[in-house]
């Protein structure tokens, strides 16, 4: 009997995932900019900025196996050093590709002590938590005209709320809220390809290998520190990337460096499923949207719900509601299946 999680099976079935989400982008661009107003338009482009935020710590923890509890520090540098970026150049090209730099650049730093310092998890999560309460700190104490870079001023616990908008290469066109969601949701859809597509390489199997037995992957000859390293890079541009799209959708606030906002990452990952892509993206729109509602009402704080959310989660559906959702799938078809052996088993990712 031929196990259903076969190497090409899993490559038809990354494709087909890759080709359903450019549909539903391509959709997504053509239908909505005609059809919702401006501020559902903008809130959308927000949740998608907070989607490419979820995968990259999908990424990362789900399979790399690094759990950071520090993402939002790569978050905030990243909206950071695109508006510092954007007033000095006067120009919003380069600034766009400093919001995924300054991040990559500051985990490579921070990732060689930590990984070739042979800090095991609980020490790697504790220290990225530190760093990022120290940059929320930071940040908050940069008010007045003294603490600027540049031109810029960095405003303290106001943010910088006159961070320019992006604008077409080397132009000084801004974006249009319509562009700006197509951006995003190509952003997003880019993102999605570009992870599965290294998950599928030999550096993505490897990395994948180190996740689950450090220790043997070095003996077959694979240098986990420098995988590890790698993969804590790559996550630092992604979360960066978010940081540009959440600036050009609201502003750049030392918020984004706060304990809430790396505790939501958390939530999105472990509700819509660690070890999975399109699971921390869904959860991560749904529960954006369920908590925008709750707020709007003034009836509990969103984020005790999001608590509860996550308790729910981990007592009773510790999966995640992709898996979940899988295996009850492959359940259904086992049940009318004649057969039943197993291809309905897979889960897909």
Known sequence: MN??????????????????AAIATIAAIVILPQAAPLYTLINVTLYLSMGVFALSLALLWGYGGILCFGQSAFFGLGAYAYAIAAINFGDTTLAAAMAMLVPAIFAAGLGYFLFYGR????????????????????????????????????????????????????????????????????ALFGVYTFSKGLLATRFGRAVIAVRENEMRAELLGYNARRLKLSIFVISAAIAGLAGLLFANSVFVSPTMFSLSMAAQVLIWVVVGGLGTLFGPVAACFALQMGTTALGKLGIVDPNIVLGVVLIVFVVFVPGGIQPALANLLARLSASRSPAGDGVAREVTR
């Open 3 to 20: 196990s259903p999680l076969t190497l090409p099976a899993i490559c038809r079935s990354a494709r087909a995932h890759v080709a359903l």
């Open 119 to 186: 800090l095991n998890d609980v020490y790697l999560g504790v220290i990225t938590l530190t760093v990022t309460l120290i940059l929320f700190k930071l940040i908050n104490s940069t008010g007045g005209d003294a603490w600027r870079i540049g031109t810029a001023r960095l405003g303290g616990f106001n943010g910088i709320p006159n961070t320019p908008l992006l604008t077409l290469p080397f132009s000084r066109v801004p974006l249009t809220p319509a562009q700006m969601f197509s951006l995003a949701a190509i």
